[in-house]
């Protein structure tokens, strides 16, 4: 799993992965500018309160507001945006690292929207999930676990799905949940790092794609 990682850390700071990283993070930035001028005028145009000083408190509320939902927003998005290119990067991988292989076929324009949607869910569901824990003092445990189970399961699945039919891939991992669960404790880790977790949707692309043919190999080999 290390050598895996390593080998996806490299790929992640090489000139495609970068090129991908900013536009999903200028996407992002874009959708969030946009919904908080949104925000912004309507809440101006409503004038809520019949007092001027009223008025002013609910629009520094209102903005406030915003930041905090920029930060909670920004990670699921930036997955969602960056979800649209991972079907590429996957194939970038393969063809570096595996040329004798055959490439995995590319995702019908429907499956990629869906799985781009999915990751944006999930990173949101796990973000807003894991809030609680924290205030128990079991915040980071919480997290290990449930992003290394999700995140391992639905990037595993999704390269997996490149090489053979959905009941399939889906069936692999389950006859290898203990593998992926324990690959993903490394993508799970740097999903708790803010900043760090904007790069977790192409990271993990890369590094599930090396997890994958060494299940199949080894699957092979017996």
Do not use: C
């Not at 390593?6 to 992965?17: I, N």
């Not at 008025?55 to 997955?79: D, F, H, S």
């Amino acid at each position: 799993m290390i050598s895996a990682a390593l080998k996806a850390l490299s790929d992640v700071l090489s000139p495609p992965f970068r090129a991908v990283l900013w536009k999903s993070l200028g996407l992002t930035v874009l959708l969030l500018v946009i919904l908080w001028i949104v925000i912004e005028v309507v809440v101006d145009s409503l004038a809520l309160a019949p007092w001027a000083w009223a008025n002013t408190m609910i629009t520094v509320v209102t903005g406030l507001g915003l930041i905090a939902l920029a930060v909670i927003l920004i990670a699921p998005v930036t997955a969602l945006f960056a979800g649209l290119f991972l079907d590429g990067i996957a194939e970038l991988v393969e063809r570096k690292h595996y040329p004798n292989d055959p490439v995995g076929r590319e995702l019908s324009t429907g499956r990629a929207i869906i799985t781009a949607i999915q990751f944006g869910l999930l990173v949101l569901v796990i973000n807003l999930l894991l809030l609680p824990t924290f205030l128990l003092g079991i915040g980071v445990a919480a997290a290990l676990l449930a992003n290394a189970y999700l995140l391992g399961r639905e990037f595993f699945e999704m390269i997996a799905m490149r090489h053979m039919p959905v009941e399939e891939a889906r069936l692999l991992r389950r006859e290898n949940s203990h593998r992926v669960l324990a690959a993903g404790f490394i993508p799970a880790l740097l999903a708790i790092i803010p900043i760090v977790n904007l790069v977790v949707p192409l990271f993990s692309t890369a590094y599930m794609v090396h997890i994958y043919k060494r299940i199949v190999r080894r699957q092979a080999a017996f």
